[in-house]
């Protein structure tokens, strides 16, 4: 599977972003989802994921103020992205785990076989 992020900009603190995920193919729904997030110097990390079953699980950091969604049908997942603040500022990689289960959801990189090529965030203050 390809994948291709986009929704990425400039935004103030307080603002809000979606950001989408396309996945190429026909086989979408086979894949858990996942959205992680690099800063300048610093690991990636987990941000937000969804199984197949459509289970959703959050970094403490980003609980409350973003929700992770997809959409079989158009082999797109999402981020929405509320109350954004500084320090959420990173460059958002979406990635995609083929799997037989429907319902566990994955936090780690190292679980993950597919990448996008990660679309910039940057909130100012």
């Known amino acids: 599977v390809q994948l291709q992020a986009s929704g990425g900009g400039l935004v103030q603190a307080g603002d809000s972003l979606r950001l989408s995920c396309a996945a190429s193919?026909?086989?979408?729904?086979?894949?858990?989802m996942g959205w992680f997030r690099q800063a300048p110097g610093k690991e990636r990390e987990f941000v937000a994921a969804i199984s197949r079953s459509g289970s959703t699980n959050y970094a403490d950091s980003v609980e409350g103020r973003f929700t992770i969604s997809r959409d079989n049908a158009k082999n797109t997942v999402y981020l929405q992205m509320n109350s954004l603040k500084p320090e959420d500022s990173a460059v958002f990689y979406c990635?995609?785990?083929?799997?037989?289960?429907?319902?566990?959801?994955?936090?780690?990189?190292?679980?993950?076989?597919?990448w996008g090529q990660g679309t910039q965030v940057t909130v100012s203050s």
């Open positions: 990635a995609a785990k083929q799997t037989i289960l429907t319902a566990p959801i994955y936090r780690t990189r190292d679980e993950y076989g597919y």
């Open positions: 193919g026909r086989t979408f729904s086979r894949y858990a």
